[in-house]
């Protein structure tokens, strides 16, 4: 390594990390979800999102330890590093970056579904495209200033969110919401938890800030709390709500389920369901925005550590931001939107999650065992239950996603085989190795 690293701006605040937490999520109460209810059914879903609530809280009381005694713009890679050395690294950096890479042109889609629903003559992939042109040049600008962005997004779509509940919540009819419950039986439940993670997926970017936070001893624990709690509650009720309003076939393969739920209740026509739609649109760009945050950093930290080619953590001089992390995430991401549907974005990217937080729950372990001196200004509570529990539900996940979508979890895993391939055949496997044997003799 070299003896001078990049570094980046120390600028965020508790307030920050909060709204970077959910506005990287908040998107997934807006659409995604949806197609959950076309394999499982109002209820079949519900109990799949409960499962993957207990999942999350769990996972991000225990993640956070990792996070604050190891704050680096990496994220689980750089706790695999020190876990397992370059292999572990490599397969979480990896899943990072399908995880991230894949749900950025989910989201554009959306926002390009929410505009095409506003303005039919406006085709939905221009307006996707367009939306990674003008929010990678946002985040071009620097951190601060993405951030107090993100803040006044996510603000706006938690305002939106809970005047949608206000306005659609008393036409909410429970024997609409039990119509068909579970076609699928307990079969559809797994086949769902995609989708239901689709509701959570991608709040461990923020870890990938760590290195910019200014106090890292409470900011970042009460940045991931106060995230997990809001989106909880958000994901839920809004599941709810709209699942009693009309029959869930009538709303299971859309990419605007709100606006269309609103449209039923107010009538097409109606100004306010043009509102609500405009409105729904801060939400997707508050994740839009936030993930791309996210990748960069991870790109960035990828390439710092010789995984990515060494050029992509190149930083800009007066900004200090990953400016060719940030474009290179963008092409890949233009190319994604025009190959693949919403729903198959969806599955690719929680099965990545679901690699991260099986990764990182083990190294969780392993780090204790291997440096129980380490400094952790925040421990994970009940421990080992909460990371225990964390861990089993990832990994039944895992598999279900394995079992219910065979063909796109070949293309991850193949995937993951040609990077292997590269990581070793250009040396960098043994370079690695020896700075994680460098590092571990030092500690």
């Known amino acids: 390594m070299t003896d001078k690293q990049p570094e980046l701006k120390k600028a965020l ?21 949806n197609y959950g209810w076309g394999v499982a059914g109002t209820v079949g879903l519900l109990i799949a999102a409960l499962l993957i609530t207990v ?5 991000i009381f225990s993640f956070t330890e990792l996070t604050t005694a190891i704050p680096n713009a990496g994220g689980p890679f750089a706790y695999a590093f020190k876990a397992f050395g370059p292999v572990g690294a490599l397969i979480a950096g990896y899943a990072t970056v399908i995880e991230f890479l894949f749900a950025t042109p989910a989201i554009a889609l ?16 221009l307006c996707s495209v367009l939306s990674f042109a003008v ?14 962005f993100s803040l006044i997004m996510t603000l706006i779509a938690i305002a939106e969110l809970l005047l949608f509940m206000g306005v659609v919540f008393p036409h909410t009819n429970i024997d609409t919401f039990l119509h068909n419950p579970m076609p699928f039986g307990w079969s559809g439940v797994f086949a769902a938890l995609p989708f239901a ?14 290195e910019e936070v200014e106090d890292q001893k409470n900011a970042i624990a009460k940045g991931y709390i106060s995230a997990v709690s809001t989106i909880a509650f958000l994901a839920i009720t809004v599941m709810v709500s709209v699942g009693g309003i009309t029959n869930w076939e009538n709303l ?13 209740v107010l009538g097409r026509q109606n100004p306010l369901t043009r509102f609500f739609a405009s409105v729904g649109l801060f939400g997707l760009i508050a994740s839009f925005h936030g993930i791309i ?4 950093r991870q790109i960035f930290a990828l390439a710092r550590s010789g995984y990515l080619p060494h050029v992509l953590s190149r930083v800009s001089r007066t900004r200090q931001v990953p400016y060719l992390a940030l474009l290179a995430g963008a092409i890949f991401g233009i190319l994604a939107l025009v190959l693949l549907d919403t729903s198959k974005l969806v599955v ?6 679901v690699v991260v937080y099986i990764i990182s729950m083990l190294a969780l372990f392993r780090l204790r065992q291997t440096h129980p001196t380490m400094p952790r200004s925040f421990k994970a509570p009940f421990y080992p239950v909460f990371p225990a529990i964390a861990l089993l539900l990832a990994i039944v996940a895992l598999v279900a996603m394995v079992y219910f979508y065979s063909w796109l979890s070949l293309l991850f895993f193949s995937g993951f085989v040609i990077v292997s391939g590269l990581f070793y055949i250009t040396g960098q496997y043994k370079k690695s190795m020896q700075d994680w044997e460098t590092e571990t003799a030092a500690s």
């Open 55 to 59: 999942l999350y809280f769990t996972f």
């Open 348 to 353: 690719l990217s929680t099965i990545g999650a």
């Open 252 to 264: 299971d393969h859309l990419d605007y389920p709100m606006p269309e739920a609103v449209a039923i």
């Open 293 to 296: 945050i996210s990748y960069s």
């Open 197 to 210: 993670i689709w509701l959570f997926v991608c709040l461990e970017g923020v870890a990938m800030v760590a």
């Open 13 to 33: 605040k508790p307030i920050h990390l909060w709204a970077i937490g959910v506005g990287l999520v908040i998107s997934g109460e807006y659409f995604g979800w």
């Open 135 to 148: 929010f990678t040049l946002i985040n071009l600008l620097g951190i601060q200033e993405a951030a107090w």
């Open 110 to 125: 959306a926002l390009g579904s929410y505009v095409h629903f506003l303005y039919p003559s406006i085709p939905v992939v």
